[in-house]
């Protein structure tokens, strides 16, 4: 996918009161992780400028920033391009991830109000119609709002904030969604099997699915990734 594919030319230029260079680098980061610039995809500076209404000075400052966190690759004579994503230490996030979502929804169940059930049901409602209308990325937003208001309840803080450390840090697996066309329907119904399993109060219960819905994702971005590599061979 080339970059004049995403249609970031209808960009809302009120993007562009912070800085210029915030403006394209939240763009070009957004589209890395929700995966509409696969693993590979060359960056032509020189479009993506007149794309954005910019100069190439801020595309170019927003690419080495990028680069800087790893979702771009620089190398001469071949330019930007975004960077592959290593299965195994993919495989290794989603396995300390499911130990300590799993924990964190666990310890969050006696913190779960009506109000809260009644929000976290709301999301499920949204993520249904976001399969209806194929919108991967809006489905990946609430995946995790989903997922951010039951661990906020969680009285331990220390352990919310280790989670969503690594979710910034890994923030690429997002793109599963959009790499796998089944997931966002095994995912739905995963989350409804947590919802039914919140609302039954096992505390055991809800940590074991919550694990098993983590490592699912995780062994569907890996297979995506293993896929690549084969290809690319």
């Known amino acids: 996918m080339t970059i004049s594919e995403l249609n970031i030319v209808n960009i809302n230029r009120e993007q562009l009161i912070t800085t210029k260079i915030e403006a394209v680098y ?11 610039l696969k693993p590979g995809t060359r960056l032509v500076l020189k479009k993506i400028a007149n794309d954005l209404g910019v ?3 801020p595309v170019r400052e927003a690419v080495r920033m990028l680069e800087a966190q790893g979702l771009i690759t620089i190398t ?5 391009q975004v960077s592959s994503f290593n299965a195994a230490d ?12 799993g924990y964190a929804a666990k310890t969050a169940l006696p913190n779960l109000t009506p109000e809260i059930m009644d929000r976290l049901n709301g999301l499920i409602a949204e993520m249904r119609e976001c399969i209806k209308q194929g919108d991967v990325v809006r489905y990946g937003l609430l995946n995790r709002d989903f997922h951010r ?15 969503f450390e690594m979710w910034d840090g890994s923030e690429r697996t997002r793109a599963v969604f ?9 995912s739905l119904r995963e989350h409804e099997e947590i919802i039914l399993a919140l609302k039954e109060g ?10 098993r819905h983590k490592q699912k994702a995780g062994e569907a971005f890996v297979r995506y990734l293993n896929h690549q590599d084969t290809s690319n061979t």
Do not use: W
């Open 26 to 36: 939240n763009v070009l980061r957004e589209n890395i992780v929700n995966g509409n």
């Open 178 to 186: 959009a790499f796998d066309r089944e997931r966002p329907e095994n």
């Open 76 to 80: 001469p004579h071949t330019g930007a």
């Open 202 to 211: 096992d505390g055991e219960k809800v940590e074991r699915i919550v694990r």
């Open 149 to 163: 208001l039951i661990y906020q309840c969680s009285p331990y803080k220390r352990l919310y904030k280790m989670i």
């Open 55 to 57: 100069s190439e000075i």
């Open 90 to 101: 993919a495989e290794e996030i989603f396995n300390i991830r499911s130990v300590l979502e």
